[in-house]
């Protein structure tokens, strides 16, 4: 069994600051990438960030230069500091782990069950 918990969504004024964690826990072999996506009612899910088991970033557009995504390997932990948030940044956010569980040898992917992240005008 492969858990994804998230914490930190809440409530914040426009141009305020939240920071979302997501541990990964059970039976992994090995961690490979994580990230970050959202999905506002009516809207799909989107991509917000990802990075991969080496560091590498890669960002959405709408997000780029107020988020950052970092990951803490020894925890199997993946942090999203979101800053200057906007209305529009309104949503629930999913974390997201590409992995190999223990005995299976074979990439899977796993979510977490979402935070809510509301930015008020």
């Known amino acids: 069994q492969v858990q994804l918990v998230e914490s930190g969504g809440g409530l914040v004024q426009a141009g305020g600051s939240l920071r979302l964690s997501c541990e990964a826990s059970?039976?992994?072999?090995?961690?490979?990438?994580m990230g970050w996506y959202r999905q506002a009612p009516g809207k799909q899910r989107e991509l917000v960030a990802g990075?991969?088991?080496?560091?590498?970033?890669n960002y959405a557009d709408s997000v780029k230069g107020r988020f950052t995504i970092s990951r803490d390997n020894a925890k199997n932990t993946v942090f999203l500091q979101m800053n200057s948030l906007k209305p529009e940044d309104t949503a629930v956010y999913y974390c997201?782990?590409?992995?190999?569980?223990?005995?299976?040898?074979?990439?899977?992917?796993?979510w977490g069950q979402g935070t809510q992240v509301t930015v008020s005008s």
């Open positions: 059970g039976n992994i072999f090995r961690m490979i990438d």
């Open positions: 997201n782990a590409n992995l190999i569980p223990r005995g299976t040898f074979r990439p899977s992917v796993y």
């Open positions: 990075i991969t088991s080496g560091g590498s970033t």
